[in-house]
């Protein structure tokens, strides 16, 4: 780590900025991991999409398929990838408490940036507050990393802005990926000021989200990677012109965007999520690959209606892209 526990705020100020993607995790046939493949993407993703920052081991990358060394090898690869040209953000999700700490110890000893850690499925409870609290207090005191909640409908509740405020307050909170009612993260937005980075995972929803709130950080899902390409950078492009203040540019821009955003959705087979923005991938040239059980693989005629709606979003993978995955294909 680059910085003390009680600079993780004022470092996640200054470096969680920009569009920080979450990496499906490609699997070869046999459903082993794919090294050289998810070494490809990550290059391509940097060096040509621009992306900012890598969300790993997240729900999109299927970590409740994985292993414990499965995890800690996917950071690995992630972190040593990257290096010095992009930011790390590594998920440490479990129910497991010891699974935990012990993922988080690993991400702060091979120089993560961050990580993030879902608030936990919590049977029979009505009320989560003070287990919640309690919960993220633990982790903040055991590790010294920069750590961001994540809460979604999958726990079976929400947090509420009045708590995510409150367990703001411990040193080593930075962010949240809050996937929430926008007026929930408007209101925690509001209550916390600069003490943690508020994000959710709608790109449709991030202009707004820029012009209006403020935010400096999307985090994040995967259409950095499923709605561009190496010639065609307009996520990166409408926010850039966000930033800088030109909201006609920026709108002009997102509005483009509109026929991929409706080819990916309505392309997206029931309860197939990730086999459906894997096999995407690969029609922009890059690693893709299986899904692990419990995650359902795509059958023949679905991978038609993909790969039609996807000839008609406008996309197409590129020279720099297809050269990469050549290349790890060959490797």
Excluded at 51 to 79: H, P
Excluded at 118 to 136: G, I, M, R, S, W
Aim: charged share 25%.
């Amino acid at each position: 780590m680059t910085y003390a526990r009680n600079d993780a705020k004022a470092y996640a100020r200054e470096n969680l900025r920009g569009i920080w993607a979450a990496a499906l995790q490609p699997f070869s046939p046999d459903l082993a991991l794919d090294e050289r493949g998810f070494r490809s993407n990550i290059r391509h993703w940097i060096d040509d999409l621009k992306i900012r920052g890598l969300f790993i081991n997240g729900k999109q990358g299927e970590f409740f398929s994985m292993s414990l060394d499965e995890r800690k090898r996917a950071f690995d690869i992630a972190v040593d990838e990257i290096g010095t040209s992009a930011g790390s953000i590594l998920s440490c999700s479990d129910q497991n408490m010891d699974t935990v700490i012990e993922l988080a110890r690993h991400a702060e000893a091979i120089g993560a940036d961050f990580i993030v850690v879902h608030a936990p499925v919590l049977h029979f409870l009505k009320a989560q507050d003070e287990t919640l609290y309690a919960y993220y207090k633990s982790i903040s005191e055991r590790v010294n990393i920069g750590i961001a909640m994540w809460s979604h409908p999958d726990s079976g509740y929400l947090m509420s802005p009045e708590l995510c405020a409150r367990i703001a307050e411990l040193p080593n909170i930075v962010a949240i990926k809050y996937s929430v009612p926008r007026e929930m993260y408007v209101k925690l937005t509001q209550m916390v000021g600069d003490r943690i980075i508020v994000s959710t995972a709608s790109e449709e929803e991030w202009l707004d989200n820029i012009l209006e709130l403020n935010w400096q950080c999307y985090l994040c899902s995967n259409p950095p990677y499923l709605f561009q390409t190496a010639g065609d950078l307009r996520m990166h492009d409408y926010t850039e012109k966000a930033f800088a203040g030109d909201v006609r540019g920026a709108r002009a821009i997102w509005q483009s965007l509109e026929p991929v955003r409706h080819a990916f959705k309505a392309s997206r087979p029931l309860e197939k999520p990730q086999a459906h923005a894997k096999f995407w991938q690969e029609l922009l040239g890059q690693a893709g690959g299986a899904v692990r059980r419990p995650m359902l693989p795509l059958s023949e005629v679905e991978r038609q209606v993909i790969a039609q709606a996807f000839a008609s979003s406008g996309l197409a993978p590129t020279r720099s892209s297809l050269k990469a995955e050549a290349a790890s294909a060959t490797a």
